[in-house]
């Protein structure tokens, strides 16, 4: 990857930002340029300035990682504080009683996003972290954002490609049409064995003052028989917090 002449400095900082996962948390300087397309000497300078200022931090072995000052930064200004602050009780109610995840994710870009996650040990299986994605038509909180959102956005979700994790997951435009159909009659999502043939997510619409959706409510349980009287459980949280947003 070749990056422009012109481009300027705060650009080539966020692809350096950008070049961490969850999954590789630490990377060496040589890694950064690698993946963010920058010159090893560019590269260098921009994280020595990013160490500077706390964004990033060095480990003993000289790994690179992002910084505790990005995170207090990110978490003072974000939008989504008060949002994880009011659903945060409502979560732990519902965990309570599922005793397996429950989760609040929000639409970003084509995307959902996870906020919050709440687990519990010998939980059934679930590929959800805290900042991690998932793509809008494989999840049950995906479908939920989808099926309310922009109508552009469904139209270009629909379009493909549709990754498919098992063979439950919605894999072709005529599926994700009825489905998306369905969360919007039903209220709810309703996702047997889409991520993982053992897991089955189920999620709501929490909405705000307007009554849009801002975020979806959601459980990963056991896919089994059961899994169908954890709905009102969902439902219920999702409009207290709903309500909490003031909501009407």
Known sequence: MKTPHHE????????????????????????????SGLHVATASRLVAELVAHGFLSRDDDRQVRIGVRLWELVTRASPTLSLRDTAMPFMEGVHDVVGHHVQLGVLNGDDVLFLERLSAPGAVINYTRVAGRLPLHASSSGLVLLAHGPVSLRERILAGPLTTYTPHTPATPAQLRAILADVR????????????????????????????????????????????????????????????????
């Not at 709810?188 to 993982?196: D, E, F, K, S, T």
């Not at 009554?211 to 459980?219: D, F, H, I, N, P």
């Open 8 to 35: 300027s400095v705060l650009s080539r900082a966020a692809r350096i930002l950008e070049a961490f996962s969850q999954d590789e948390p630490a990377l060496t300087v040589s890694e950064i340029a690698r993946r």
């Open 185 to 248: 009659q039903q209220g709810y999502a309703y996702c047997p064995g889409y991520v993982h043939e053992e897991a089955l997510g189920i999620a709501a619409p929490v909405r705000g003052g307007d009554g849009t959706v801002l975020a979806a409510l959601a459980v990963i349980v056991p896919n089994d028989a059961s899994a169908q009287a954890v709905v009102p459980v969902v439902r219920t949280a999702a409009r207290g917090i709903s309500r909490a947003l003031g909501s009407t």
